[in-house]
């Protein structure tokens, strides 16, 4: 049977041949093609392996390449340096002789980014490690449509993500570069953990009623620092382009603080002060009876 980081390791590497063509590393395509990215002789070539041994790597049964073989496969491959380590962790959890326990407890979020959470004033999040949203502040509320009032098991950024009945934005032009940071993000997550239970619910979920995920999630594109620009459609104020960050957490590797800021001066500035002001008069209504 094959293991879960040796079968996400082959599937990796699958991906990321297939993107290749032969010109992109100085190979003559030759005659007619059965395959659109490089064949496996060909990226066993260039990074100096057997057709068999890489083969095998593919196939989720070579389990223990070497540091060396990862660093001439990432150069084949042309890999960034986020793929480059996705592909390093992957290959040494698979090294691993047998399965290495992995602690699964509740994910925590500490009194103090609460209360930090509760000062900002621009919108902000706490996220899991697979996209959960564990805390949010009021205006990330108005923003996201009032998170609170749903089931807490869906509270996922991808998840909502791909809900029709609550983002009618796919039109937007960043949908998709949104959708494929988020997806990123869960696929750094899965290489410590594959078969993580909220993982496998998560992307279970999404590959069934959606060929959209199916198609980004089969890239196998990893994130580890993430910003990117978000329109929101918020009908009190207008379209809001918001830029957004990633902090990582003080202690274990996990959540993640994602923060939504305008540009000082800008009209999305305006906005999104004026939706602040919105928000404040409706959690804390003008008494009419006073002088």
Sequence with gaps: MTRPHARELGDFLRARRGRLRPRDVGLEPGGRRKVTGLRREELALLAGLSTD????????RETRPSDTVLDALADALVLDEAERRHLFTLARAARRPAPTRVARGPERVPENTRRLLRVMNT???VLGRHLDLLAWNPLAEALLGGPGDRPADRLN??????????TGGRGCPDWERQALDYIGMLRSAV???PSHPRATAVVGELSIRSAEFR????????RSSVSGTKTFRVPEVGDLVLDWDTYPLPGAPGPVMLVWTAAPGSADADRLQLLAALRATRAHPVDRHRP
């Design 53 to 60: 041994y890489y083969q095998r790597m593919e196939q989720g």
């Design 191 to 193: 290489a410590t953990d």
């Design 123 to 125: 919108p902000a999040v």
């Design 157 to 166: 950024m991808l998840l909502l993500l791909f809900d029709d009945t609550l």
């Design 215 to 222: 198609r980004l999630w089969a890239r196998h594109d990893v």
